[in-house]
């Protein structure tokens, strides 16, 4: 992939896409958060990244049954580096409730994660932190969540990052809003990790897979 040279002090951000099958998901999504982000209008539609990412795909991405990872790395000046990788889920068997500072800022997909990195540094392989902060729970460092009740699955009201699969579940009315805290996780039989890469149901652990719950 090219790569431009970036002016001094300019923030970086992130975007990671699914490839399937020779399409990327929900691109426009996507294309609606950078120019959310950057707070100005793309001189590029969906289209370019669909574009952007079949000149970086083998040949037999176009029609295999595995997912790819379109990732890349933008700003000001546009795209920086682009990559487009076989997909490899992170097994992902606990989950650990942790407090987040308040000063702990994501609501932008920065390129710099060294924030949520530091809160999953010292669990072990196989565990991700449940993020609390202000005393609700959040998102994983890599994930929204949602948790199932009687059957309907909720997302929380609080957030750290306004992630592109959980935009879609809601607008779907898949999903719906509830203002989930720890003292409240009880209530719910199970916890699911969703992101642009995960579809709601792929990454499902029982509620008691989560550590830490208060009794």
């Known amino acids: 992939p090219s790569t431009l040279i970036s002016r001094n002090c300019m923030t970086d951000y992130l975007e990671t ?5 020779g399409f990327l998901r929900q691109p ?4 609606q958060r950078m120019e959310a982000t950057l707070g100005f209008s793309l001189p590029f539609s969906a289209d370019h990244l669909q574009h952007l990412a079949e000149q970086l795909a083998p040949p037999e991405a176009f029609g ?8 890349f790395i ?3 000046d546009g795209i920086q580096t682009a990559s487009l990788s076989p997909y490899v889920p992170a097994v992902v068997n606990q989950l650990q409730l942790v407090e987040a500072p308040a000063s702990l800022d994501y609501h932008l997909k920065y390129a710099d994660r060294s924030g949520l990195d530091a809160l999953k540094a010292s669990l072990p ?10 005393g609700r729970i959040t998102d994983t460092t890599y994930t929204n969540v949602a948790f199932l009740r009687n ?10 990052l306004a992630g592109t699969m959980r935009r879609f579940l809601l607008e779907t009315q898949a999903c719906r809003l ?38």
Request: a negative charge; hydrophobic letters at 40%; aromatic letters at 12%.
């Open 125 to 134: 392989t196989g565990v991700e932190p449940l993020i609390i902060q202000s």
């Open 64 to 71: 295999a049954e595995t997912r790819y990872k379109f990732r």
């Open 74 to 76: 933008y700003n000001a």
């Open 17 to 21: 896409l699914c490839w399937y099958r």
């Open 178 to 215: 509830a203002d989930i805290r720890p003292e409240t996780l009880s209530e719910y039989t199970h916890v699911c990790l969703i992101n642009a890469m995960l579809k709601l149901g792929e990454v499902k652990l029982p509620i008691e897979a989560v550590l830490g719950q208060i009794s």
């Open 151 to 160: 059957d309907c699955w909720y997302i929380p009201s609080s957030y750290l």
């Open 28 to 31: 426009a999504y996507h294309v």
